[in-house]
């Protein structure tokens, strides 16, 4: 961290420079090559189209931000309310980890009719489907943070006559912290996209509603738009929580 | 065995002279552990007065940790043996909270600062953090970390990462402090200057402490007396008193008495390493 640190604006140049550069590729390869539009439009006209469109992106942006992050929110809640679970009564290891397993073997879109048919077409349903996603990252990592708690550094807290949750909150919790950190980051970027996707299967507005509308329209132009949005909140949100991730974990 | 020099509870047999007190605060009698084959502890006999420094010392392996364990309250000894403590006979899992003990290890938590992680166990027992905070910050000085109190530990030294470990120790109010090998990762020149640092403390305070270690010179330097352990199954071969005036000055360590002390301790801890060593080198050929 204290390398990345070191140098900011290294790294910050190189992206920039790795960006410039597929930029450039792009919009030779659409322009030289004549690509049509619904191959590959140029960045230009993609730019151009999302300016226009800019009043329609702005509010599917918010619309989709609005299901990720409360989805978002929520499955860290559960996520972490279902660790700290397990962590107080070991007995429900056996019982909620296979269960939430199994549910998340399928992939999450595979649930997306029900949730549609049993919470309509509205957020809830986009809402819903975010919070399972994040929610199994987010338990499996806090578990993992959990359980690499130091025995000898429990025994020390024992021996001060610490209970079962004074050991949680003053040991387990904190060790648990950086992987925690870590699942939610991974998670910021998860929820965006379970989010879009469900959309397209069915919304009143949103991000993914967008998209699909566009591809019905034969409008490529507005497809890239709103990718292109999406991809920037998506690495919006994920700064955010990396940033915090570096505020809260000054210790490692 | 019977060099081994065992106090009986009764007026007959004196304590150390240094501080003579009829009632141990802590009595081991006929301890035995053992895990699954293995006899860790075999009819393990000890006591520490009130205000004692104990010093334990004996070959690797010879299940110091196990007493360590079973004095912290962590783990039962087999049923048979008798423990003691404060006249009352106990279970180990009641010493957990009376007795406070340091690992090897100083396990200090690297989110929390010197303060913060020196008033753990205060905090622990309910006492609100400012007053905690004020308690440690009066001691800061006397364990040479004062102006370090913000500081993290991954910004501090191994000497004074033990101090800080030692301090959260002390703050614990205990009649008994259990130390296992605090200054064992240390090196030589900074574990000297923490063996005499600790004795001031313990003059202060005096608390009752039993020191675990695998060092001699330490185990005599310190100790008011010394238990020296058997191979496994360990027992207390040799209790030897060390008639060492106080304050120690370092310079000690080469006086006649001193080395006469530190040969019969060898002796007897090397009479015990060759068995665990024989003893495997038998297994080896057994196999």
Excluded at chain 1, 2 to 21: K, T
Excluded at chain 1, 71 to 92: D, F, K, S
Excluded at chain 2, 267 to 276: C, F, L, P
Aim: proline letters at 6%.
């Amino acid at each position: 961290m204290s390398r990345a640190l070191a140098s900011p604006s290294l790294a910050v140049q190189r992206g920039i420079l790795g960006a410039v550069l597929l930029i450039a590729c792009w919009e030779g390869a659409a322009r030289g090559l004549h690509l049509p539009a619904y191959v590959l439009p140029a960045v230009s006209d993609i730019l151009v189209g999302l300016w226009s469109k800019r009043a329609t992106l702005i509010d599917a942006a918010g619309y989709t931000l609005l299901e990720a992050l409360v989805g978002y929110g929520l499955g860290c809640l559960i996520g972490i309310g279902l660790a700290v679970a397990i962590a107080l009564v070991p007995a429900l290891r056996s019982a909620i980890l296979p269960l939430a397993t199994a549910i998340n073997s399928v992939p999450v879109v595979g649930y997306s009719p029900l949730i549609l048919l049993w919470f309509g077409i509205g957020v809830s349903s986009k809402i819903v489907m975010v919070a399972m996603a994040v929610s199994f990252t987010v338990l499996l990592s806090m578990l993992a943070g959990l359980d690499r708690v130091d025995r000898r550094a429990v025994d020390l807290m024992k021996s001060f006559g610490a209970s079962r949750f004074g050991v949680l909150w003053r040991l387990r919790l904190p060790t648990a912290l950086p992987l925690l950190l870590a699942g939610m980051r991974v998670s910021t970027v998860r929820s965006v996209i379970v989010a879009i996707v469900t959309e397209m299967l069915g919304a009143q507005g949103g991000l993914g509603w967008v998209i699909y509308q566009a591809v019905l329209q034969i409008d490529f132009v507005q497809v890239w738009s709103a990718i292109f949005v999406a991809s920037a909140a998506s690495l919006a949100f994920f700064g955010l929580i990396g940033f915090l991730e570096r505020k809260l974990l000054f210790w490692t | 065995m019977q060099a081994a020099r065992l106090p009986h509870p009764g007026p007959a047999i004196e304590a150390p002279q240094a501080h003579p007190k009829p009632e141990p605060l802590l009595e081991l009698r006929a301890i035995n552990k053992t895990f699954g084959s293995v006899a860790a502890l075999s009819g393990l006999e000890a006591s520490v007065a009130p205000g004692e420094f104990v010093t334990v010392v004996g070959p690797s392996g010879c299940g110091k940790s196990t007493l360590f364990n079973i004095v912290a309250g962590l783990e039962e000894p087999d049923a048979g043996g008798i423990l003691r403590f404060e006249g009352k006979s106990c279970h180990a899992a009641d010493l957990l909270g009376r007795v406070t003990f340091m690992p090897q290890r100083d396990l200090l938590f690297p989110w929390r600062n010197v303060v913060d992680n020196a008033i753990l166990a205060l905090e622990v027992e309910g006492m609100p953090r400012d007053q905690a905070r004020a308690k440690a910050l009066k001691m800061l000085p006397e364990f040479g970390l004062a102006g370090f109190e913000k500081q993290y530990p991954n910004q501090l030294s191994g000497g004074m990462r033990q101090r800080v470990a030692l301090m959260r120790t002390f703050l614990f109010e205990r009649d008994l402090m259990l130390l296992d090998e605090p200054f064992g990762a240390l090196d030589a020149l900074t574990r000297a200057m923490m063996q005499r640092w600790l004795l001031d403390v313990w003059q202060k305070y005096r608390r009752t402490i039993l020191f675990i270690t695998h060092d001699v010179d330490e185990a005599i330097f310190l100790g008011d007396r010394v238990l020296v352990m058997t191979a496994r199954p360990g027992s207390v071969k040799l209790e030897q008193t060390v008639d060492l005036p106080r304050p120690r000055r370092p310079e000690i360590v080469t006086s006649p008495e001193f080395v006469r002390l530190k040969r019969t301790l060898l002796d007897a801890i090397e009479e015990e390493s060759m068995k665990s060593f024989q003893s495997s080198i038998v297994q080896e050929k057994t196999q």
